[in-house]
């Protein structure tokens, strides 16, 4: 796969990854706005913070889910574009004991061993 091919798919993602997190960001508004101003009933409504908190979280999540994947993406980029591949080996231990089992890599730089 090109880098160009690479480039593409990643923006897609990151845009996909926008959208579903500002939805959220409008679904939490939305919650707060109808705790703040109930249709139904407005008694009943305002003795249940939890509407409100939940409003809240979701539009932390979405407003976190909106801002960080664009630094995520510009770093991808930046590495992409500047950072040159190194040949490397990778050796796979798997030591079995009576309780557990450990799984070990081992990374050998410039495809030597």
């Known amino acids: 796969m090109s880098r160009q091919d690479e480039t593409r798919r990643l923006r897609k993602r990151v845009f996909t990854w926008r959208v579903c997190s500002g939805l959220l960001l409008l679904w939490g508004a939305l919650w707060a706005y109808l705790f703040v101003n109930p249709p139904l009933q407005p008694e009943l ?45 990778m050796q796979l231990r798997v030591d079995h004991w009576t309780d557990s089992t450990d799984n070990r890599a081992v990374v050998h730089l410039g495809g030597t061993g």
């Open 45 to 89: 409504h305002r003795e249940k913070p939890m509407v409100l908190v939940a409003g809240l979280l979701f539009c932390l999540v979405g407003l976190g889910g909106m801002v960080l994947p664009g630094k995520w993406e510009r770093r991808v980029l930046w590495t992409l574009q500047h950072v040159r591949p190194e040949l490397a080996r």
